[in-house]
Nanobody, 124 residues
Framework: QVQLVESGGGLAQAGGRLRLSCVVS????????MAWFRQPPGKEREFVAA????????FYADSVRGRFTISRENAKNTMFLQMNSLKPEDTAEYYC?????????????????WGQGTQVTVSS
């Protein structure tokens, strides 16, 4: 059974930084493309960033491009999201997701596995 566990969320000030991690167990991490999504309070879950199986290809939502960086370390079955220049509108529950295809996708419904989420709160 594939499990995804996020960590690294918390409280940050506007302009600050946080680094999220997602550890995958129970499957072959190297064959998954991965992504981060987020769900702001009272809103739909939205795409943040995605990365292919090797880390050679990434894609970002316009709202985070240039501020967030997605990466992965296959030897440790771990994906990361470095979040810099945080804004209050980045406040959300952040979820990592995995899918059994090597190429990336920003579409929520195309992901097979999800973590439980980690809360990020950015104060102004």
């Amino acid at each position: 059974q594939v499990q995804l566990v996020e960590s690294g969320g918390g409280l940050a000030q506007a302009g600050g930084r946080l680094r999220l991690s997602c550890v995958v167990s129970g499957g072959n991490f190297r064959i998954y493309s991965m992504a981060w999504f987020r769900q702001p309070p009272g809103k739909e879950r939205e795409f943040v960033a995605a990365i292919n199986w090797s880390g050679s290809s990434t894609f970002y939502a316009d709202s985070v491009r240039g501020r967030f960086t997605i990466s992965r370390e296959n030897a440790k079955n771990t994906m990361f999201l470095q979040m810099n220049s945080l804004k209050p509108e980045d406040t959300a529950e952040y979820y990592c997701a995995a899918r059994l295809l090597s190429y990336i996708s920003p579409t929520r419904g195309e992901y097979d596995y999800w973590g439980q989420g980690t809360q990020v709160t950015v104060s102004s």
